[in-house]
């Protein structure tokens, strides 16, 4: 027979447990989440094909390529601390 205090721990532990989903989230948050995913595919694209080209072909090209996917890190990242 279990006690009125021990559902209530057991209830506070399977909300502690309880691991938030997308459904879980507001819409904005939502956005925000798709919004910086993409802008991380986009980096990890140009910083691969930044490298590719700075080692294979040509450096001054290459070098602007990786300056632009920082550029567009730097945007995720500002999305994130600042929870646009």
Known sequence: MTTDKE???????RRKLHH???DDEN????MMLR???ILNI?????AV?????????DVPT???IIGAAVIVKSV??????FKV
């Open 42 to 46: 986009i980096f990890m694209l140009l």
């Open 20 to 22: 938030s989903r997308l």
């Open 7 to 13: 559902r209530q721990i057991d209830e506070m532990v």
């Open 27 to 30: 819409p904005r948050e939502v």
């Open 49 to 57: 094909v930044g490298a590719v080209v700075y080692v294979a072909y």
């Open 35 to 37: 919004i910086r995913n």
């Open 62 to 64: 290459g070098g602007w």
């Open 76 to 81: 995720e990242v500002a999305l994130r601390l």
